[in-house]
Nanobody
Framework: QVQLVESGGGLVQAGGSLRLSCAAS????????MGWFRQAPGKEREFVAAITWSVGSTLYADSVKGRFTISRVNPKNTVYLQMNSLKPEDTAVYYC?????????????????WGQGTQVTVSS
């Protein structure tokens, strides 16, 4: 089992910034990557970004590329999502998740443990 605790969500004006954190505990030795997904009301959960645990390779959705940055601190088993130049369409509940696979980190099915989610609201 892996437990995930997210923090850092909130309300921000368009153009502003937020940093989300996700701390993993439990059987973290099996993690190969961590990712962030988001879900807006009435929409499906969508991929935002992912980072591999050993090398730190990153992957981003086109909609956030150049604005969001994912990073990790291995000894602390923590992943961050720095979100800059936020837009109203970024409003969603953001979830972090862990994967034990080695591919398709943009795919929801590659992840097996999920956090409880943190709300991000961007006002226009």
């Amino acid at each position: 089992q892996v437990q995930l605790v997210e923090s850092g969500g909130g309300l921000v004006q368009a153009g502003g910034s937020l940093r989300l954190s996700c701390a993993a505990s439990g059987r973290t030795f099996s993690i190969t990557a961590m990712g962030w997904f988001r879900q807006a009301p009435g929409k499906e959960r969508e991929f935002v970004a992912a980072i591999t645990w050993s090398v730190g390779s990153t992957l981003y959705a086109d909609s956030v590329k150049g604005r969001f940055t994912i990073s990790r601190v291995n000894p602390k088993n923590t992943v961050y999502l720095q979100m800059n130049s936020l837009k109203p369409e970024d409003t969603a509940v953001y979830y972090c998740a862990t994967s034990r696979t080695t591919r398709r980190y943009y795919d929801y099915d590659a992840y097996d443990y999920w956090g409880q989610g943190t709300q991000v609201t961007v006002s226009s």
